[in-house]
Nanobody
């Protein structure tokens, strides 16, 4: 059974930083493509970041220059470093792992940014 587990959320004041982690337990052969999304109360799910290829990561315009995606392929783990956080970044952040014809999503980790 494939599990996706996020960690690292919390509360921070505007301008602060947080780092999130996402670990996938599954078949390494599947080479999961791991992406980050977020969903704020009353809003639709929003794409945040995804690894495209070596040296290339795609970000939502709203987080470009502030968030940094990185990954440890061997450990099937991805990280999201969030700097210069804004109140509008408040949301439930979760990652998706896509591979071997399936998509798996974690329960998410809450990020709250106060002004």
């Amino acid at each position: 059974q494939v599990r996706v587990v996020e960690s690292g959320g919390g509360s921070v004041q505007a301008g602060g930083s947080l780092g999130l982690s996402c670990a996938v337990s599954g078949d390494p052969y599947c080479n999961y493509a791991m992406s980050w999304y977020r969903q704020a109360p009353g809003k639709e799910r929003e794409f945040v970041a995804v690894f495209v290829s070596d040296g290339d990561t795609a970000y939502a315009d709203s987080v470009k220059g502030r968030f940094t995606y990185s990954r440890d392929s061997a450990r099937m783990t991805t990280f999201l470093q969030m700097n210069s956080l804004k109140p509008e970044d408040t949301a439930l952040y979760f990652c998706e792992a896509a591979g071997c014809g399936s998509i798996y999503r974690g329960q998410g980790t809450q990020v709250t940014v106060s002004s």
